[in-house]
């Protein structure tokens, strides 16, 4: 098993798919194309099965965690600087790993039915593998420029199945957005890998922790500024505040890239960085309460924006917003495993959200806009009762999956002192607003009547409806792996916290309210919804100003517009160019020319053609001669060999 | 082979030269001087790649040498060597011909013969500058580098060429006025023009300080202009946007930097060192100055312009950041430059050829017409902006976590910035071109995706640009064995800090 | 003696000269400038150059003047045109010319009696010039027969050629 | 008289007996008959007077004709040099003249007459030689400026040269009589020897400086260069060539002989002078010429700048400003033929095309002649590997050897503003021409044999001294020694040196 | 001193006169004071050629004469005027 194990395959063979349909695609059969696509994460998958099998003491015995491979050729070798390809496998990323290549397979699944009748079947495929490709690097960097490789590279990926329709210019303007937001994270990252750099010499993550375990005394300072520069990063690519607008917009995407990259997989990478540089957070509590506010903040914030949103897709963005806020929340307070064990169930239900979405959208001929669905339910009821099990899961309803995450988050964040307490009630409004508005999503979309009238909605094919299906068990049965027995799992990698020595009264009871809050959601949704539909219009008519900002999404766009991009323009263009360009370096330049020609033009009234002029001119010249030669010598100054 | 190896450098100088004089010998018949010019500039690849393959690692200093008397009086020789700083630059003046010869295949129409013939010259000039050692022969193909340039610039300019023609001519010639009198003054005082002597005769610390200083900023400032360094740059832009294409891939950067590197880096460290705050200021200033005004540039090629004066400002911080690991970074970054801007030009004289018009705003979603194009495109512009695993990455990684490390925090953090702008700029460009509803002309206009001619030669750009980003061990090793100045030898290293070090708050910047 | 005489011709010569300038029409300047040169010729005599002073009378009151004289019937010169003239000749050539005769004349002035009558021992008889003149400065005598040849030459040459274009073009 | 002083002047002589020949010759011809062959006896000839100078390399340095004449490497050197200028004009003026032209055979006649004026100069010793060989160069060229006299411009040209070269030249007489008064010589070698101990200081300043004017205005040196750009313009195409380089380098060696031979101890108070005049020189010609829009004045302000650069080769210590200043002159006079005779060629014998604007597409037209014109053009501007950055690069490098730095500096920044009129013809020359009536009509000028090696000839030149300037520079070098000694007929210190000049320079001097 | 005051009125002629020929007359003037100055330097150093010199230059002055003449004909021919401030249509 030891000599079988090889870690760059798994990232090898979505590389591999990237290439034969980016390169080829154009010229292969559909079904070929299709093969080539699921293969290569399949088999990726059954790696990571296999390893994960070994480890869980299923199979034959896998050596001890972590197992490091590492290019025998380094990468950039200059200098003093020494970085090579070097992947890490040990519990942490095992998880990630099992997440992203089995719900990416099961999205890519999904795509066979969902892309059938798109343009560009291959190059959606060749996109969807180099994802894949990028993702599984960015989970098995053993250091972070290796991570940051993954990091940028999913970036692309998102950027370019973003743009995937990229005749419309909403959607290229989405994903340039993306791509540059993501960018300013980047920038953040970048500075924290130099500050890395120039306080550790070295990247690998090991290597740092050793090195951290070595001074104890280290406490803060520097290491608050790498904390913070990672976050900055962090957030950038798990969409927190305050650079979370390109996610929703993000949504211009194909709906199953929704579900991988902006749900399951990608976004979810800066908690996975966080949780894999934890050694650096801990010795920072400023950066945790940073990490802890911006998480919690996040949360609210994006939810109460969810509250209003019309478009399916754009309710279920800033939802995971939120719920990625909620991850944020966990390792702010130190609870890196209930983050990952949030992160895991996420996948599973918010993937299975968006293809459930995905699917009534397919089922409605494209339409996204919640007011023109309503009374599928009959129609397509596999997607609904699969939507349901999402539903219910993100609502933390018992027993399902977010019950168990959550619960252990907001326990965790309880736990953490007084103002822990703030992080949890925080928490625990998001819960409520949480479930109002999925709830308001699902009575939308498949309860009542339909508001639409010229679509027949259909079922989707099996392609699509099986990995539905598999997700909503996961949903409902993935929380039931417990948060204790997951987080004694991750131990070895981040720590425990003290969240995770088993259940508490506390702890039930916290549930118990947490429960309740997701109860009133629901109860509130159907109130408004089901039983009297107009109400919700008096709602927002009787709180203008508070439904404006709402469905503006508290205009932060507009305010980045005013402040940053449209002042960045204006200065570029008029101070940068016009000004300094073009007046004052290209005037120097026009001066400097000018004064030439001046000259010139004086020069030639000089040469007025007159012979007497000219003879004058002589004369004077002469005359100056003299008088340099003489002037000297009658004031005595003359120094020469006369006389000698 | 110890024959060939000895001459191989006259060799390489030669051809382009023999390709010249062949083609105008000729009749201008068809295509018949493009043909021999891509045939010369393949033969000058294949020469110069036999530099690295019998470049020896492990022996230090300049290989390749040739040295013969020219000049009894003044001391000139015409002595070429190439060592780990030079050597690919030449291979890369090596690759990037051929490029230009495809990228001018269609695009010019007329005057073939004059067209081929003075660009085969202009390579033999900037090869003779990345090979010269012998200060007046580097300053003999220095300015030699100008005139077909500035001729070419003149004929086949866009709107008018003449006045960009004139603009790059005495803003690069003027400046080398200095430089002429600072190499005078170097052998009044010294006697000799070899490079290496100089070096040592300078790093003894025989020649008066006050002079040496002035000779230093002399250097600098030709070298400067022609980089460009901002505030320098007013010729760029003007010269991107009416440049034939082929001549505008080479006229920025390479020749300014590699100068810099060998001649003012290298023979003034101790001068250098007292300049190099300004210069990474200015480098940081150009590298944000030209990323914001290209954000807001309407055409193409001035974009470009100013693109690459961000990017050569980047290369600039490098070199004057006077690390080890940013020279490497620098040199890489160069090669990098060369290689991405050169796919770009090409890829934009292409589109511009077909369509007839640089104005940005012409464009829009190309990608459906012209796919292979909009892919290399975007390929191309990934590299730029430094995704990893594309060549881009790897120096901007090295020149800015050097000087992030060994500089200024400071600068390598507003410098860093520039990544971001890098992005912006270019996606919106990659959008404003190739995505969103096809413009009118985009429509209208029926234009052919790439030829094969043009794809052979852009995949293996490509190629070259993941090679590079993923394995750029192959390439690090050689440049690292270049002759650094004496004085700087072991001097600068990255810091190695250690926890304690890092422990006391010094990362408090 | 010498000195009253010197005195006496030197005036004249510069009365001649003054009169040249004043003299608008060219043949009295012409005929001024032959005073200034016969008056120059005494001078000579005076210093001691007997030879010179002959040849003076000879060949530039005579031959050369002529020519000038000639010259002037032939083209029938009348006044001189009142035109604008330069404003440079007068701005910058009259200073001019003061400062250059001042500093001259400091340096001449200083040179020991230079500028006045010379004492009259040692006139110099022509045998001892053309015995000079024929051996040590053989060389510059022969070389000015080419010059004198390029001015024939030239001469012929302009004015002969002008004649024929002026009948060819008519 | 001894045979061996008539060896001492052979080229002269052959160049006399060939311009007599050709005098003759015409006059004794039909009023009618073609007298083109006349061009090549005059061609000939000036061959044979080229290859006698070099053969006086094989003579002993030394005097001649009680120390009037001299020969030693230095005159050899300008004598080859002029030779070879008039060599190329003869060529050139063979295919511009007119073929109806009446005195052709006058005209070549005094070509060939003037230069032994301009040989004499450079190898006088005597101040009346001198005087009277500047006379014979000027007198010819005044005459020759004249020739194209039925347009209103050449006699212009003519008398303005005429009148101002002869009032400089009573500038230049009356500082050779104060350099008498002050020592009662005219001899150079005694000059040199009394005037140290002269009595009268001041005298010996103001001869110096008259005689200094006299010079600078033959050369054109700002601010005595108020003639050149008229007598340029209204002057033929082909003597312009010759006028604007033979005498100029002449004068030039007659200034290196008199500031280095006759006053090397007043070296304090001249060389500033000279760098000033320097300065002043290429300021002056570089700006005004940035807005000619006559090619042919344009080029005369470049030759004032070219004056300059090449005055600040005088700051130069000793033999090497000497050399620095020798060598500019060949290369200048290489390549300001050529573009002379480009500019012959295309602008035609009446300078019918002579604007700038009507080089227009030049070299679609005649490439030839077009790509000749920016070759010659980039040499001018100084570009490595021609004739002019060579020039420029000996003069300058003599220049901060000499300590002066800035004049170096101020030379090589005048460079570059002259590389802005120069590139603007230049460019012109490559733009498509319009397609308009006018230029559809220009004829495409016929290159000629003669022309054709008169070309090939600067070409070369040009190429030979900007590649491989070893030889031209050690015979100018050699010579530069030779004028640094005072040599008299006793004390022949550099005779030896002089009979080691390697031979066969004459492929390095045009 | 004589010749000194003679050679400038020769050059304030140069300046003043409007007529090519009296402006040539001036030029004859300004050589008439050198050979007088000649003269006298010979006198004074009792050289000869000085005086030999002065023999030279009237050689010269006649040849210039020749020429001047001729070329002043020339020009008389061309333009039809001696005005010397007319004889400038070369300029700038």
């Given amino acids: 098993m030891n000599d079988s194990l090889h870690l760059w395959l798994i990232p090898l063979f979505p590389f591999a798919g990237f290439l034969l349909n980016g390169v080829l695609g154009s010229r292969l059969p559909k079904w070929l194309v299709t093969t080539i696509a699921l293969l290569t994460p399949l088999w990726s998958f059954a790696i990571v099965l296999s390893a994960a099998r070994g480890l869980l003491g299923f199979g034959a015995t896998l050596p001890s965690l972590p197992f490091v491979e590492t290019c025998p050729v380094g990468w950039i070798d200059a200098g003093a600087l020494h970085i090579g390809f070097s992947f890490v496998l040990d519990q942490l990323s095992l998880v990630m790993l099992l997440v992203v290549t089995g719900v990416g397979l099961l999205i890519h699944i999904y795509s066979v039915g969902y892309m059938a009748h798109e343009d560009g079947y291959w190059r959606f495929f060749s996109y969807m593998n180099l994802f894949m490709f990028f993702m599984t690097v960015l989970v098995l960097a053993g250091n972070a420029l290796v991570m940051f490789i993954g990091w940028e590279g999913v970036g692309l990926a998102s950027y370019l199945l973003i743009g995937f329709y990229f005749q419309k210019n909403s959607a290229a303007d989405a994903g340039k957005k993306a791509f540059i937001v993501n960018r300013i994270g980047d920038f953040g990252f970048l500075i924290g890998i130099f500050l890395l750099l120039a306080n550790f010499g070295t990247l690998t993550f090991s290597e740092i922790a050793a090195k951290l375990a070595a001074a104890p005394a280290w406490q803060g300072g520097v290491l608050t500024v790498i904390a913070l520069c990672l976050l900055v990063g962090a957030t950038g690519k798990s969409a927190q505040l305050p650079l979370y607008v390109w996610l929703p917009d993000a949504m211009e995407g194909p709906t199953p890239v929704s579900a991988l990259i902006h749900a399951a997989t990608m976004v979810t990478a800066g908690v996975y960085m966080i949780a894999r540089t934890h050694a650096i957070f801990d010795r920072s509590p400023f950066a945790l309460g940073i990490v802890a506010i911006v998480g919690a903040a996040t949360a609210l914030f994006a939810a109460t924006i969810g509250l209003v949103q019309n478009d399916i897709k754009r309710v279920l963005a800033y939802s995971t917003i939120s719920q990625l806020g909620y991850m944020f929340l966990a390792c702010g307070v130190a609870a890196y495993s209930a983050a990952i064990f949030h992160l895991m169930t996420h996948a599973f239900f918010k993937a299975l959200l968006f293809l459930a979405a995905g699917s009534v959208i397919h089922a409605l001929g494209g339409e996204q806009d919640l007011r023109k669905m309503g009374g599928l339910r009959k129609k397509i009821p596999v997607t609904f009762w699969t939507m349901t099990a999402a539903v219910f899961a993100i609502a933390g309803f018992f027993p399902f999956a977010g019950f168990f995450s959550k619960d252990a988050i907001l326990y965790a964040a309880f736990l953490q002192g007084p103002g822990g307490k703030i992080f949890w009630f925080a928490g625990v409004v998001t819960a409520l607003l949480t479930s109002f508005y999925m709830f308001r999503l699902w009575y939308l979309t498949f309860l009542g009547e339909s508001r639409s009238h010229d679509v027949h909605p259909h079922e989707s094919p099996w392609s699509m409806l099986a990995p539905l299906s598999i997700l909503a068990l996961l949903s409902i049965g993935g929380g039931w792996i417990g948060m204790g027995r997951f987080g004694t799992f991750l131990a070895p990698v981040v720590g425990t916290s003290a969240s995770e020595s088993g259940s508490t009264q506390l702890e039930i009871l916290l549930s118990i309210v947490a429960v309740a809050v997701a109860l009133l959601g629901w109860l509130i949704a159907d109130r408004l919804y089901r039983q009297r539909p107009e109400s919700a219009g008096n709602l927002a008519a009787a709180m203008p100003a508070g439904y404006k900002l709402l469905i503006n999404k508290y205009f932060v766009d507009e305010i980045y517009g005013y402040t940053v991009v449209k002042p960045l323009l204006a200065i570029s263009q008029y101070v940068l160019e016009w000004v300094v360009d073009v007046a004052i370096l290209g005037g120097a330049t026009w001066l400097l020319a000018g004064t030439a020609q001046f000259a010139g033009a004086i020069l030639q009234r000089w040469q007025s053609g007159n012979l007497r002029s000219y003879a004058a001119w002589l004369t004077l010249g002469a005359a100056v001669v003299l008088l340099f030669f003489l002037l000297p010598a009658t004031l005595g100054m003359h120094v020469s060999g006369m006389g000698r | 082979m110890t024959y060939l190896n000895e001459s191989i450098l006259t060799v390489i100088l030669l051809a382009p030269l023999a390709g010249a004089a062949l083609i105008a010998i000729l009749p201008d018949r068809g295509k018949l001087p493009a043909w021999i010019g891509l045939l010369t500039t393949l033969v000058t690849l294949g020469l110069t790649l036999h530099l690295p393959a019998h470049f020896v690692l492990s022996q230090h200093g300049f290989q390749f040498e040739t040295s013969r008397l020219w000049i009894e009086n003044p001391a000139i020789y015409y002595h070429v060597g190439v060592d780990g700083l030079s050597l690919w630059l030449v291979v890369l003046a090596g690759l990037l011909a051929p490029i230009g010869i495809v990228a001018s295949w269609n695009a010019i129409h007329q005057r073939r013969k004059i067209f081929y013939a003075l660009f085969l010259v202009q390579q033999t000039a900037m090869l003779g500058v990345f090979l010269s050692l012998d200060l007046m022969l580097y300053y003999g193909f220095w300015e030699l580098s100008l005139v077909p340039m500035a001729i070419l610039i003149a004929m086949y300019g866009r709107k008018d060429g003449s006045k960009a023609a004139l603009k790059f001519f005495l803003f690069t010639f003027i400046p080398s006025a200095p430089l002429l009198v600072a190499i005078l003054w170097l052998y009044a005082n010294t006697g000799t023009f070899n490079f290496a002597d100089l070096q040592i005769l300078i790093a003894s610390g025989g020649l008066p300080a006050g002079p040496l200083c002035w000779v230093a900023i002399a250097f600098l400032f030709a070298f400067a202009v022609k980089v460009p360094v901002f505030p320098l740059h007013g010729w760029l832009a003007d010269t991107f946007s009416e440049a034939p294409v082929a001549l505008a891939m080479v006229v920025a950067g390479k020749l300014g930097l590699y100068s810099m590197l060998r001649f003012h880096v290298g023979l003034f460290p101790v001068q250098a060192r007292a300049l190099a705050p300004w210069l990474v200021a200015l480098a940081v200033i150009g590298l944000l100055y030209g990323a914001c005004l290209a954000l807001v540039q309407r055409d193409f090629w001035r974009l470009l312009a100013f693109a690459a004066l961000s990017h050569l400002s980047l290369i600039t911080l490098g070199i004057y950041g006077l690390t080890f690991t940013g020279w490497d970074g620098a040199i890489y970054q160069i090669l990098n430059h060369g290689v991405v801007d050169g796919s770009l030009f090409l890829l934009l004289g292409i589109l511009e050829a077909r369509y007839g018009t640089s104005q940005i705003a012409c464009y829009g979603g190309l990608a459906a017409k012209v796919p292979q194009t909009a892919t290399l495109f975007v390929i191309t512009s990934l590299a730029m902006i430094g995704l990893p695993m594309l060549n881009g990455f790897v120096g901007e990684f090295l020149i800015l976590s050097s000087t992030f490390t060994g500089v200024n925090r400071g600068w390598a953090v507003a410098a860093t910035v520039g990544v971001i702008l890098g992005a912006a700029y270019m996606l919106w460009l990659v959008q404003r071109l190739f995505y969103g509803p096809q413009s009118p002309l985009a429509a209208d206009k029926p234009a052919s995706d790439l030829r094969l001619g043009e794809l052979l030669i852009l995949w293996p750009l490509v190629a070259l640009m993941l090679g590079m980003g993923v394995a750029p061990s192959i390439w690090l090793p050689t440049i690292e064995n270049r002759t650094g100045p004496p004085t700087l030898k072991g001097s600068i290293t990255l810091p190695q800090p250690s926890l304690s070090l890092a422990a006391s708050g010094e990362g408090q910047q | 003696m010498h000195l009253i005489l010197f005195f006496i011709f030197a005036a004249l010569c510069l009365a001649g000269a003054v009169n040249l300038l004043l003299q608008t029409h060219p043949i009295n300047s012409a005929l001024s400038l032959i005073v200034v040169m016969t008056s120059l010729a005494v001078l000579y005599l005076l210093l001691g150059a007997e030879f010179l002073a002959a040849a003076q009378v000879i060949v530039y009151a005579g031959a050369v003047m002529v020519l000038f004289t000639f010259v002037i019937m032939l083209l029938n010169a009348g006044r001189e045109e009142r035109t604008l003239g330069s404003r440079a000749a007068r701005v910058v050539g009259f200073p001019a010319v003061a400062a250059f005769l001042a500093l001259l004349a400091t340096v001449l002035l200083k040179a020991h009696g230079l500028g006045r009558a010379a004492m009259q021992e040692g006139v110099t008889s022509t045998d001892d010039l053309s015995a000079v003149l024929f051996t040590k400065l053989l060389l510059p005598f022969e070389v000015t027969s080419v010059l004198i040849l390029i001015a024939i030459l030239g001469a012929v040459a302009l004015t002969r050629h002008g004649d024929g274009e002026r009948s060819a073009s008519k | 008289m001894n045979p061996g002083d008539m060896l001492r002047i052979l080229p002269e002589i052959v160049l006399t007996l060939t311009g007599v020949l050709i005098m003759l010759a015409d006059a004794s011809l039909p009023a009618n008959a073609p007298r083109r062959a006349l061009g090549w006896v005059a061609a000939l000839g000036t061959t044979l007077a080229l290859w006698a100078s070099l053969w006086q390399l094989s003579l002993p340095a030394g005097t001649a004709f009680y120390s009037t004449v001299e020969t030693s490497p230095f005159t050899v050197f300008f004598h080859v040099l002029i030779c070879g200028i008039v060599l190329v004009v003869l060529l050139l003026s063979l295919d511009s003249l007119p073929a109806e032209s009446h005195n052709q055979g006058e005209y070549y006649a005094l070509v060939v007459l003037g230069a032994v004026g301009m040989c004499l100069l450079t190898s006088g010793i005597e101040l009346l030689v001198i005087f009277i060989a500047l006379e014979i160069s000027s007198?010819?060229?005044?005459?020759?400026?004249?020739?194209?006299?039925?347009?209103?411009?050449?006699?212009?040209?003519?008398?303005?040269?005429?009148?101002?070269?002869?009032?400089?030249?009573?500038?230049?007489?009356?500082?050779?009589?104060?350099?008498?008064?002050?020592?009662?010589?005219?001899?150079?070698?005694?000059?040199?020897?009394?005037?140290?101990?002269?009595?009268?200081?001041?005298?010996?300043?103001?001869?110096?400086?008259?005689?200094?004017?006299?010079?600078?205005?033959?050369?054109?040196?700002?601010?005595?260069?108020?003639?050149?750009?008229?007598?340029?313009?209204?002057?033929?195409?082909?003597?312009?060539?010759?006028?604007?380089?033979?005498?100029?380098?002449?004068?030039f060696a007659l200034l290196l002989r008199v500031v280095y031979e006759i006053f090397p101890t007043l070296r304090s108070s001249w060389a500033p002078l000279l760098w000033c005049v320097a300065v002043l020189s290429m300021t002056v010609g570089n700006v005004a010429a940035l807005r000619q829009q006559n090619v042919k004045r344009m080029l005369a302000y470049s030759s004032i700048a070219h004056a300059g650069y090449l005055l600040a080769a005088f700051a130069g210590l000793g033999p090497s400003g000497i050399a620095a200043a020798s060598f500019y002159t060949a290369a200048y006079a290489a390549m300001n033929v050529g573009i002379f005779a480009v500019v012959t060629m295309v602008g035609g014998y009446d300078d019918q095309r002579s604007m700038i604007a009507d080089y227009r597409g030049l070299i679609y037209r005649a490439p030839l002649l077009g790509g000749l014109l920016i070759f010659f053009l980039t040499s001018l501007v100084g570009i490595p590997f021609t004739a002019g950055f060579f020039g420029k690069f000996y003069a300058f490098s003599a220049a901060v050897g000499g300590n002066a730095i800035w004049l170096a500096l101020i030379g090589l920044l005048n460079s570059g503003l002259a590389a802005a009129y120069y590139l603007r013809l230049a460019f012109v020359t490559v733009q498509p021409a319009p397609d308009t009536e006018s230029f559809a009509k220009v004829a495409t000028p016929t290159v000629g044999v003669a022309v054709a090696a008169a070309l090939l000839f600067t070409v070369g030149a040009t190429l030979v001294l900007g590649i491989i300037p070893t030889q031209a520079l050690q015979a100018a070098e050699t010579g530069a020694h030779t004028l640094q000694v005072p040599a008299n007929d006793e004390n022949p210190a550099y005779i030896t040196e002089g009979t080691q000049q390697p031979r066969g320079n004459r492929d390095g001097i045009e | 001193m004589l010749s000194a005051i003679l050679f400038s009125l020769g050059v304030i002629g140069f300046l003043i006169k409007r007529n090519l020929i009296t402006v040539f007359m001036s030029i004859e003037l300004m050589l008439n004071a050198v050979n007088l100055s000649f003269v006298t330097f010979a006198h004074q150093w009792h050289a000869v050629k000085g005086q030999i010199f002065v023999f030279f230059v009237m050689m010269v002055a006649a040849a210039e004469a020749a020429v001047g003449l001729a070329i002043i004909i020339a020009v008389f021919r061309a333009r039809a005027t001696l005005a010397v401030d007319r004889i400038d249509l070369m300029k700038l």
């Fill in chain 4, 139 to 251: 007198i010819a060229t005044y005459v020759l400026a004249c020739y194209r006299k039925e347009s209103g411009r050449s006699p212009e040209a003519a008398i303005k040269y005429f009148l101002l070269g002869s009032f400089a030249t009573g500038f230049l007489l009356y500082g050779i009589a104060l350099a008498f008064g002050a020592t009662g010589t005219t001899q150079i070698y005694e000059l040199s020897r009394l005037l140290p101990t002269a009595q009268n200081h001041t005298m010996v300043l103001a001869a110096m400086a008259l005689m200094v004017v006299g010079i600078l205005f033959k050369v054109s040196a700002a601010p005595f260069h108020v003639w050149t750009p008229d007598v340029y313009e209204g002057a033929p195409s082909p003597v312009v060539a010759l006028m604007s380089t033979a005498p100029k380098a002449a004068t």
